[in-house]
């Protein structure tokens, strides 16, 4: 790999750590504020709006200056947001919850996020060429799951007892803080997490990619969005890969919180150790990501969708475990059959992607589709939860839907192949 690519794992990597650690460290702040357990999915959901609301503009964004600098000013919003959360009693409106300002900070975070993904990903393919990008992408997915892992569990640790009581004893001479909870204490720990990304943002090479001088009407912006959209939807090779990747964020998230209420219901954990359960399923994406990476070449993408299917009966099987060694191995397993199936899936939708569009506008077209997915996918199990659905049930309804819609998935390919052949496309250039 170029030694660039490097540079770009160390920023993704400590500002991923940030968000997820920062994600735990909200909820236990909600908590502490005593917000409704429906509140909880909703930090995610807030977060991801952003992505939704700004996919016609931020590919333009991503496009507009070389991707390092883009990363740079985005994760400064992101330390906005984080500063937002820690300050959250001076943001107070009155007459509204105070939980209503967690999640007003969260969406800041999740804003800084919607527009540092096109560059994260979109500069891959300025700085490889296709036949390296499933590799670049299992190391991209095998170093984010990490810092999933650690991010999460460092989330649950800053909040544990133990570190928390010892955070909330330092002593600074002659100047209060203010910090007086667990949450607030590990809030400004993560904080410097995001620091630390914004230095190895500054070090990210200019690929010398230039593109055309971006629209900023409004309008001009939206209409092209669209444009780019249908284009992909259309795309034989691009559906598939963008329907999968669809699916897979959405269930992915879901099951972030999915893992956390099952923990502390069924198998009566709180919440810094549903955090580290959360952190298997995370340590199983890594070793499938690997695996694909490995044994995956881009021509054979396609090959591996039926995973999908295995993987959301697996995840029905949650509910018959509470034994802690096989609920570890079971987490793991669900956690390597997603990264297993998703590299592949996302290498070839960045292939397509920039083949047929430009790599900020294909990355926010992947973002707009994954991230209505989790929108819908995080109401509707905030939904359950509110209509008091058991975990158990909301399990099988989740483990069912997944592999139902992977085998709707494999059938519109047979069907897409059976018109015409398109796999000769795959790892081709501009055509």
Same mark, same amino acid.
């Given at each position: 790999?170029?030694?660039?690519?490097?540079?770009?794992?160390?920023?993704? !990597? &400590?500002?991923?750590?940030?968000?997820?650690?920062?994600?735990?460290?909200?909820?236990?702040?909600?908590?502490?504020?005593?917000?409704?357990?429906?509140?909880?999915?909703?930090?995610?959901? !807030?977060?991801?709006?952003?992505? /939704?609301?700004?996919?016609? &503009? /931020?590919?333009?964004?991503?496009?507009?200056?070389?991707?390092?600098?883009?990363? !740079?000013?985005?994760?400064?919003?992101?330390?906005?947001?984080?500063?937002?959360?820690?300050?959250?009693?001076?943001?107070?409106?009155?007459?509204?919850?105070?939980? $209503?300002?967690?999640?007003?900070?969260?969406?800041?975070?999740?804003?800084?996020?919607?527009?540092?993904?096109?560059?994260?990903?979109?500069?891959?393919?300025?700085?490889?060429?296709?036949?390296?990008?499933?590799?670049?992408?299992?190391?991209?997915?095998?170093?984010?799951?990490?810092?999933?892992?650690?991010?999460?569990?460092?989330?649950?640790?800053?909040?544990?007892?133990?570190?928390?009581?010892?955070?909330?004893?330092?002593?600074?001479?002659?100047?209060?803080?203010?910090?007086?909870?667990?949450?607030?204490?590990?809030?400004?720990?993560?904080?410097? &997490?995001?620091?630390?990304?914004?230095?190895?943002? #500054?070090?990210?090479?200019?690929?010398?990619?230039?593109?055309?001088?971006?629209?900023?009407?409004?309008? /001009?912006? $939206? $209409?092209?969005?669209?444009?780019?959209?249908?284009?992909?939807?259309?795309?034989?090779?691009?559906?598939?890969?963008?329907?999968?990747?669809?699916?897979?964020?959405?269930? +992915?998230?879901?099951?972030?919180?999915?893992?956390?209420?099952?923990?502390?219901?069924?198998?009566?954990?709180?919440?810094?150790?549903?955090?580290?359960?959360?952190?298997?399923?995370?340590? +199983?994406?890594?070793?499938?990501?690997?695996?694909?990476? #490995? &044994?995956?070449?881009?021509?054979?993408?396609?090959?591996?969708?039926?995973?999908?299917?295995?993987?959301?009966?697996?995840?029905?099987?949650?509910?018959?475990?509470?034994?802690?060694?096989?609920?570890?191995?079971?987490?793991?397993?669900?956690?390597?059959?997603?990264?297993?199936?998703?590299?592949?899936?996302?290498?070839?939708?960045?292939?397509? +992607?920039? /083949?047929?569009?430009?790599?900020?506008?294909?990355?926010?077209?992947?973002? !707009?589709?994954?991230?209505?997915?989790?929108?819908?996918?995080?109401?509707?199990?905030?939904?359950?939860?509110?209509?008091?659905?058991?975990?158990?049930?909301?399990?099988?309804?989740?483990?069912?839907?997944?592999?139902?819609?992977?085998?709707?998935?494999?059938? #519109?390919?047979?069907?897409?192949?059976?018109?015409?052949?398109?796999?000769?496309?795959?790892?081709?250039?501009?055509?």
């Amino acid at each position: 790999m170029k030694r660039g690519f490097y540079t770009i794992m160390g920023a993704q !990597f &400590f500002s991923s750590l940030a968000d997820n650690a920062l994600l735990i460290a909200s909820i236990a702040l909600l908590a502490e504020l005593n917000g409704p357990a429906w509140m909880t999915p909703l930090l995610k959901f !807030f977060f991801t709006a952003s992505y /939704v609301v700004l996919a016609a &503009f /931020v590919g333009a964004f991503a496009d507009s200056m070389p991707k390092g600098k883009v990363m !740079f000013y985005t994760n400064g919003i992101k330390i906005v947001g984080c500063l937002m959360m820690f300050f959250y009693d001076w943001l107070l409106i009155p007459g509204m919850p105070t939980y $209503t300002t967690i999640l007003l900070a969260y969406a800041v975070v999740g804003l800084g996020a919607a527009a540092y993904s096109p560059a994260k990903y979109g500069i891959l393919t300025e700085l490889l060429p296709p036949s390296q990008l499933v590799v670049a992408n299992g190391w991209i997915e095998a170093l984010t799951v990490i810092s999933i892992i650690l991010g999460t569990v460092l989330g649950g640790a800053l909040v544990s007892p133990g570190v928390s009581t010892t955070l909330l004893a330092i002593d600074i001479p002659v100047f209060d803080t203010g910090i007086d909870s667990p949450a607030e204490a590990a809030i400004l720990v993560i904080g410097a &997490f995001y620091v630390v990304a914004a230095i190895f943002n #500054r070090y990210i090479p200019d690929t010398g990619a230039r593109y055309e001088q971006q629209a900023r009407n409004p309008i /001009v912006l $939206t $209409t092209h969005f669209w444009h780019c959209q249908t284009t992909l939807w259309k795309d034989k090779l691009g559906q598939i890969s963008l329907g999968v990747t669809t699916l897979f964020w959405g269930a +992915g998230a879901t099951l972030q919180f999915i893992v956390l209420r099952w923990a502390e219901s069924h198998l009566g954990l709180r919440l810094d150790k549903g955090a580290a359960l959360q952190g298997m399923t995370a340590v +199983g994406i890594a070793i499938g990501a690997v695996l694909a990476a #490995r &044994f995956v070449p881009l021509k054979n993408s396609l090959s591996v969708i039926w995973v999908g299917i295995v993987m959301g009966i697996v995840v029905m099987t949650m509910t018959m475990v509470s034994w802690m060694p096989l609920v570890y191995g079971l987490l793991i397993l669900i956690g390597a059959l997603a990264g297993f199936f998703v590299v592949p899936m996302n290498a070839l939708l960045q292939h397509r +992607g920039h /083949v047929l569009l430009s790599a900020g506008h294909s990355i926010a077209v992947q973002n !707009f589709n994954e991230n209505i997915s989790i929108l819908i996918m995080l109401a509707l199990y905030s939904a359950m939860i509110k209509a008091d659905y058991h975990i158990n049930t909301i399990i099988i309804i989740f483990g069912g839907f997944v592999s139902l819609t992977m085998i709707a998935v494999i059938q #519109r390919h047979k069907y897409n192949q059976s018109k015409s052949n398109n796999l000769h496309l795959i790892g081709m250039d501009k055509h």
